[in-house]
């Protein structure tokens, strides 16, 4: 597919209302004027438009795009006191997923009675405006608060670290509208798309008590069910507008209709179903206390569906880059003033990657043509601003790519690597290849926005030198317990076989890595955990396997831990209550010193109390320990414990503890 066939296809996505078929799509581009083949061009249409987020599919032959879906849906905004007391409105992710996303929330525009609600400015600290943005990503609201103006931007571009004191956002002037409407907390406005496309809305008022909670009940269980089949079907997306999306999809057309909860309601008070979790270095919602699965390679969330065969070629490989991405590699190259095709290969496909040689060749033909192509263009004098980033961004990718092909060669136990280790690799790898896709020019952008690509680029060498280094740590461990082998003359006690396990309390970054020997019984493994923990066995416990409620199987807390091995595919499930769940993943088997001893050999973070109520409790009381008011710390503080320290793990104190139940044996 051309640009401009592409172009027009998105003008055509967000210019329709009604369904539409892949011919009035392939009518509005135009295929005749291209020389590909009709068959070609309209699976490579239909490929885009089943992409996540671009159209949702009515049946085998019609589709509805998103303006035409959420065009016409109600929803709801809720005030907060703040906006209530300051006389304002701010948009945030308020009309997420109901206005065009290529529009940023201050190009939004509101109406009331006919008349556009004026905009104005707010100024405060950034961590004030955060929470009105955290729907799109905890990680991307300081990014939103960024672009909202110029000033922004400098102002965190001038220390990508750390927080400016003060910003300015657009808002909206509400105050005559909240005092002729005597808007009071709890009040909602009702919203209507104007103009999807644009981002205009009109509002309308709704009193706190004009809704019954059993109406509101209902559209509550039509959206967790909605979000439900959203995670069960399409897992967790490649951002959180799209799971929102799809939940109003999924979610059938009682979530379509008033009245309704907004969605941070929803979200952030009303449902325990669902919770912002940890996706590597992003976030997503997902199912509350259970952690979203890991990946097994990059997921190329930067590569088009409709790949071309060398972009398909380099796929297979594990290498999910577009062909954009392959042009600014040849730009590097001319950038250092080099021709040779070889070089310019193992960038883009390490050594630790194998091709066969018919692959290579097709790689090599199709690098020489796109250098060919730009060769007579190119000019090391205007790709001076440019050209350095480009060669940083590519050198980054690169690694990247590398470091996950050798994890998959398969020389250690996937296990012992950090959680999320290839969604991490995987979202570097995209945003390395996104910024390397707008660096296939030598038009330098604006100063501003090559300052932002360069504390961009920063922030993913640092979080890669990070990740690397506890990779290198994980493998460290990894080879130096697998030395361990049955040395001659031992006696049968000391050949005992343990086990290495890691714990994890679900919807929490809380984890400990412990060693217990494999004739244990579960029960044993029981009180590790609570002791690992500090938890207090207030609750009821079982053990399990099998993911879904109808393959699990309960396991006797008087099984052996190595029978528990059998029967198992490399997990457990330890159920605490009702609220707490536990992953316990089977890691390597190994011999044991003559001083062995049951302890806990590594781990991370405070874990929770076990009275605080589950992990989305856990994490909301974190936050306004971070974040809060005084009072909301103090709250905080009290819920917690007065030993409470956020993040800390004493393994010594863990370890004697452990010794004084076990030693006794």
């Not at 609201?141 to 001038?158: G, H, I, K, L, T």
């Not at 490989?317 to 080099?338: G, Q, T």
């Not at 310019?344 to 020489?368: G, S, T």
Request: with cysteine.
């Amino acid at each position: 597919m051309t640009l401009k066939q592409e172009q027009d296809l998105y003008n055509f996505l967000d210019s329709v209302t009604e369904p539409f078929t892949l011919e009035n799509v392939m009518g509005y581009v135009r295929m005749m004027e291209d020389s590909k083949r009709p068959k070609d061009l309209a699976m490579e249409i239909a490929a885009i438009i089943d992409s996540p987020n671009m159209a949702f599919r009515l049946d085998n032959k019609q589709w509805v795009s998103r303006r035409g879906f959420f065009e016409r849906i109600p929803f709801v905004i809720s005030p907060t006191r703040l906006e209530l007391l300051n006389g304002i409105l701010i948009p945030g992710h308020r009309c997420i997923p109901f206005a065009n996303p290529v529009k940023m929330p201050h190009e939004y525009k509101f109406f009331w009675k006919g008349k556009e609600v004026p905009p104005t400015t707010t100024e405060g600290p950034p961590e004030e405006f955060y929470p009105y943005y955290s729907i799109f990503g905890e990680e991307y609201a300081p990014q939103y608060v960024a672009r909202d103006n110029p000033e922004n931007e400098a102002a965190f571009n001038s220390d990508p670290f750390e927080d400016p004191d003060e910003v300015s956002i657009h808002t909206f002037d509400m105050r005559t509208i909240y005092r002729e409407a005597s808007f009071i907390p709890g009040d909602r406005f009702i919203v209507r798309s104007r103009d999807w496309k644009s981002g205009h809305f009109d509002l309308e008022k709704v009193g706190k008590d004009k809704w019954p909670e059993a109406e509101l009940y209902s559209w509550f269980e039509a959206a967790e069910g909605g979000f439900d089949d959203s995670f069960a079907l399409l897992g967790p997306g490649v951002c959180t507008e799209e799971q929102i999306a799809y939940a109003y999809w999924y979610g059938g057309k009682r979530m379509r209709e008033l009245p309704a909860y907004s969605l941070e309601e929803f979200l952030f008070e009303k449902t325990d179903r669902i919770e912002s979790v940890t996706y590597g270095i992003e976030t997503r919602f997902w199912f509350a206390g259970k952690d979203i699965p890991d990946s097994k390679g990059l997921s190329g969330m930067a590569v088009p569906l409709d790949r071309r065969f060398i972009e398909e070629l380099l796929f297979k490989a594990n290498v999910p880059i577009s062909e954009y991405v392959i042009h600014s590699y040849v730009l590097d190259a001319l950038f250092r003033n080099e021709k040779d095709i070889e070089k310019v290969m193992i960038r883009i496909v390490p050594n630790a990657i194998r091709m066969k040689q018919r692959e290579m060749d097709l790689l090599a033909d199709f690098v020489a043509g796109v250098m060919d192509e730009l060769m007579d263009g190119y000019s090391v004098f205007l790709d001076q601003k440019l050209g350095p980033l480009r060669q940083q961004v590519g050198e980054l990718h690169n690694a990247v790519v590398e470091l996950a092909a050798h994890l998959q060669k398969g020389d250690m136990d996937p296990s012992w690597l950090p959680r999320h280790t290839f969604i991490v690799l995987s979202q570097i790898q995209a945003h390395a290849a996104s910024l390397m896709e707008d660096m296939d020019t030598t038009d330098a952008p604006p100063e501003s926005e090559l300052e932002a690509m360069g504390n961009s680029l920063d922030s993913m060498i640092e979080t890669f030198r990070e990740i690397k280094e506890t990779i290198n740590d994980a493998m460290n461990n990894f080879r130096r317990r697998n030395i361990h082998l049955i040395r001659p003359g031992r006696d049968d006690a000391l050949a005992e076989t343990w086990r290495t396990m890691q714990i994890s309390i679900a919807g929490t970054d809380v984890w400990r890595r412990v060693q217990i020997p494999a004739d244990k019984r579960l029960e044993d493994l029981h009180t590790l955990i609570q002791t690992s923990f500090e938890w207090k066995d207030n609750y009821r416990h079982r053990f399990y396997t099998g993911e879904g409620e109808t393959d699990r199987k309960n396991l006797d807390d008087k099984i052996r831990i190595k029978e528990a091995c059998d029967l198992s595919s490399g997990e457990l499930e330890y159920e605490y209550g009702n609220k707490w769940s536990v992953k316990v993943i089977l890691l390597s088997a190994h011999r044991p010193d003559t001083e062995e001893a049951i302890r806990c050999v590594a781990g991370d973070g405070a874990a929770p109390p076990e009275i605080i109520g589950g992990p989305l409790r856990f994490r909301k009381i974190l936050a306004a320990l971070s974040a809060g008011s005084d009072m909301e710390k103090q709250a905080a503080l009290h819920e917690l414990g007065p030993d409470f320290v956020p993040g800390l793990f004493d393994i010594e104190k863990c370890n004697k503890k452990l010794y004084s139940l076990f030693s006794e044996e």
